[in-house]
């Protein structure tokens, strides 16, 4: 007589993490490196969470090593949430004090690591001679008492567990939520300081006190989103209004569900290299967070959920 | 290859707005003749660099005052297509009120928050005869208005460089100094190019530090679900900064021409 094995076909969502930065259309002519950076990280255990970072480095005269900036910026803030994490210290999300002590430290480990790559490559004349032909001679003052002006950038964070996301913005860019009815909304309070290019910034004095910091708790009642964008500036202004800009949620959920992630990497850089050459010309930078159902295997035995399968962004 | 997500793309918006001194005086010494042909001559040039920028969408106006003041270009228009008909020149100096007009325009909108920031161009050789502080107030008022690249050529010896350097608004930027034709096409021209090229790529300028509350409640803003709205930062005590220019004006790198001859000096 045969074994009777019962089996349970479930599905289980996980959370898959991915982005591409292309280099400006005006970048490109100006011979300019990509200022933007972006890096994510995952784990394989299925419980731990995703972090998704992505950088704009100014690119000012004074900012010109923005570039290093913005890559320094990416590596430290998912190196030091990740490891908030492995520590335990954001069980309890609404602890202020503790989302207070992650920007600190992120903002301390990027002066630290900006320090760093100063002492093993201080500025040399010819920067700062280019600096001063772009912007004046005024440029060296303010580099003499503030170096890390020459690695200024913004920054912004993603992070989602199972029981929540956690959002943080430090200057300009994006960062759009779309619920699994293609729903589409920030979920960061705005800083109308951002207007115009002007932005805070990792320099700046106090640029913890600056970042913007926004919480999801996920429940029955306020599922998760299907899909979590961040993106720099350069590609929101790559559209002829807002309600364009506010499509790309909607749209890249569609074709996540109908193609899936593969097909979609496959074309993203396409897409935003379209984006600068035919908009705002500067580099564009999007990174996704995409929550999809995947279908169990049917097994006498239930399984745990199955983590992202991803590896370290750039 | 998959259809693109999102909307119609755009390049960004760059409104460039010369606003003119058609003032009695300026029928003298033939200033006028002189701002009409040094416009005229710029458009090539503005065309050219607007050719090597294509992401920023270069839209030219005119506003004329004297009694009063008026739109001269009405229509914001691609540079590619702009064409500059004469000024003439009578009556009084209303540069306040030119200046209010052109606030109206800087709203939002109908400017677009996505727009490059507006570079406004104000060429005067006498004083204002109205309330210019009303008009400047009435611009700075405007988000657009305080973030514009703003320039001011003054023409001849009775241009109010005090009034002109209140415009500008930064205490590092000068009146450009127009006192015979060549000047003042050196100057056209080089707003025209320079200070357009600048414009039309700026890059992210750094907002000066603001004071906030150290307590982590004040940075934190916890949204109970998805679809609830935030509540908007609370906003420390501002500690006065200087100001920034938005886009880093390059320098006049042309010598100042000379006259030719004593009669050619304004």
């Known amino acids: ?314 | 290859m998959l259809r693109r997500p999102g909307g119609e793309l755009a390049t960004r918006p760059l409104h460039f707005i010369w606003i003119a001194d058609c003032s009695g005086s300026m029928k003298s010494d033939g200033k006028i003749q002189a701002l009409n042909t040094a416009i005229r001559e710029a458009v090539p040039h503005m065309q050219r660099v607007a050719d090597e920028n294509p992401n920023a969408h270069v839209l030219v106006r005119a506003v004329k005052f004297s009694n009063g003041a008026q739109w001269h270009v009405a229509q914001e228009t691609p540079v590619a297509d702009f064409r500059w008909s004469d000024l003439t020149a009578d009556g009084t100096t209303d540069m306040g009120k030119a200046l209010t007009l052109l606030a109206s325009q800087l709203e939002i909108p109908p400017m677009s928050e996505r727009a490059l920031p507006p570079v406004l161009v104000l060429i005067s050789d006498g004083q204002p005869t109205d309330n210019f502080k009303k008009g400047l107030a009435a611009l700075m008022d405007q988000p657009w208005g305080k973030k514009a690249v703003r320039i001011a050529i003054a023409i001849g010896d009775d241009a109010d460089r005090d009034v002109l350097q209140q415009f500008i608004g930064h205490p590092e930027l000068r009146p450009l100094e127009a006192n015979n034709p060549e000047a003042l096409v050196n100057s056209i021209k080089w707003v025209s190019t320079a200070v357009l090229q600048a414009a039309s790529s700026p890059a992210s300028q750094v907002q000066p530090s603001v004071s906030t509350s150290s307590t982590g409640a004040s940075q934190s803003q916890t949204i109970g679900s998805a679809s609830s709205p935030a509540a908007p930062p609370p906003v420390g005590p501002v500690a006065p900064a200087s100001p920034v220019t938005n886009v880093p004006i390059p320098a006049l790198l042309q010598p100042v021409a000379t006259p030719s001859s004593a009669a050619d000096v304004w």
């Open chain 1, 1 to 314: 007589m045969p074994a009777v094995i019962e089996t349970a076909a479930t599905t289980a969502a996980v959370w898959q993490v991915s982005g591409a930065s292309v280099r400006g259309a005006a970048h490109l002519r100006r011979r300019l490196p990509n200022q933007d950076a972006i890096r994510w990280s995952a784990s394989g255990n299925g419980a731990a969470p995703l972090v998704l970072a992505v950088a704009d480095g100014h690119g000012s005269a004074k900012c010109f090593r923005s570039h290093i900036g913005a890559r320094l910026a990416v590596m430290c803030a998912v190196r030091v949430v990740e490891t908030a994490f492995g520590n335990q210290e954001l069980i309890d999300p609404s602890d202020l004090s503790a989302i207070d002590c992650l920007t600190r430290r992120i903002v301390a480990e990027w002066q630290s690591a900006v320090s760093r790559d100063l002492w093993l490559f201080p500025f040399e004349e010819q920067e700062l001679a280019l600096a001063t032909q772009s912007a004046g001679a005024d440029v060296r003052q303010p580099l003499a008492r503030r170096p890390s002006l020459a690695y200024g950038s913004t920054l912004s964070v993603a992070a989602v567990t199972e029981s929540y996301g956690l959002y943080l913005q430090l200057g300009d860019g994006d960062t759009l939520t779309v619920s699994p009815d293609s729903h589409v909304t920030r979920p960061l309070p705005e800083d109308p300081r951002l207007f115009a290019d002007q932005t805070t910034s990792l320099c700046m004095d106090d640029a913890a006190g600056n970042v913007r910091v926004g919480l999801q708790r996920w429940s029955a009642e306020s599922p998760p989103p299907a899909l979590i964008l961040i993106s720099t500036d350069g590609y929101a202004n790559s559209f002829k209004d807002d309600q364009g800009f506010l499509r790309v949620g909607s749209d890249l959920l569609l074709l996540l569900q109908e193609e899936g992630l593969p097909a979609v990497e496959t074309n993203l850089e396409s897409w935003l290299e379209e984006a600068s050459h035919l908009g705002s010309g500067d580099d564009v930078t999007l990174g996704l967070l995409y929550r999809s159902s995947v279908s169990l295997s049917s097994f006498p035995v239930a399984q745990p959920l199955l983590a992202s399968v991803l590896g370290v962004g750039r």
